[in-house]
């Protein structure tokens, strides 16, 4: 490879190009914003700061031990997180892997795609000011991408929406509240000198969602004024798509949310943008790109896959006359093994599938456990 072009400098466009650049290989950044703050909690977990340990080297971040589940007919749950989720500002985040990005010896350029065009089997990247030829492509230029012809074909369906607030405000734990028949969240995140509070789902309009998230920071006493509103669009992939997904093609590979990689349950996408933009440039700089789809798979594809079966069930059955997300919060109230289940699924370190596989060979003693077992095996179950 002589030129490699990263479109996108989010986590998975940074990464990306550190591992291309830091291989000897010229490597050309493209982003119209580069650090950008966006409408998400910014939580990274475990299974992402044990993996990437400068990430909890940066001191970017608040540290966070408590999480507090709510729903409206089964009140509050508290789960003490063992494992700390990491929450960084989005903006600052980004900027941390643009400089190492930028140490690796990428160029970073700060300006809008208009297009790419294949010609003579190369890229020609097209910019509001300049044409940059490229052997190769990577593209990671998120959920809306606009440039068709590479990364996951979006069906309708496949996307939710997040909406946030910046409050200028301040709380030690995050809190999560779920809605009956709301496939999704309301979010409360505390970031190093403010709180994101947000909501993302799918299914709903988004001035309806707006709605419901301002009632519920009403309900909380969390202000509006002074705080900066955001909206986004994250990939939720269908399981149709999970099976068909576009994640490769001549001369490019698709990473983080141009390649749908993103958790249908939580929609947390940190990691496996990190992750994915690591494989795509280690093999790229290795000029084994054909690799990449395979590994995409082995590594988390088919439990992702697997998790948007498993997102329906979670936020819109019902387990005993009741929302299966106020029979979540009930049983983890009381449940041990529960307790640390929803802790491994927090810290990133249970991948649905082996959550399958325990509930399906286990077997309990005490009343409460064997209730908790049969909600969970109603949860993974594949019919």
Known sequence: MKTVAVLGGGPAGAVAARQVAAAGVRTVLFDEKLAWEKPCGGGVTFKAYQ????????????????????????GAARLQLDKPMLIFSRRDLNQLLLDRASEAGAELRQTRVLGIERSGGRWIVRTSSEEVAADFAIVATGARNPLRSTGTRFA???????LGYFVPDAQEHIDIEFFRQFEGYVWV???????????????EPAPAMRARLERYMEKRGLRREGATFYGHMLPSLEAGTWRSNRLAGEGWLAVGDAGGLVDPVTGE?????????ELAGDLVAAETPGDYTAAINREFGGDLAYASTLARRLFLGRYLFDSNTARLIQFLRRSPRLHSIV????????PYLDLRKQIKDSLHLTLTEIGVNVFLRRMVSEG
């Open 269 to 277: 996408g940190i990691y496996y943008a990190m992750r994915s933009g």
């Open 156 to 162: 309708a369906g496949d996307s939710m929406t997040a």
């Open 189 to 203: 995140f505390p970031r190093a000198d403010h709180l994101s509070v947000g909501i993302c789902g799918k299914g």
């Open 343 to 350: 802790q491994e699924l927090f810290a990133g370190t249970m």
């Open 51 to 74: 993996q990437y340990p400068f990430l909890l080297e940066s001191g970017l971040y608040r540290r966070v031990t408590n999480t507090c589940l709510h729903t409206r007919e089964a």
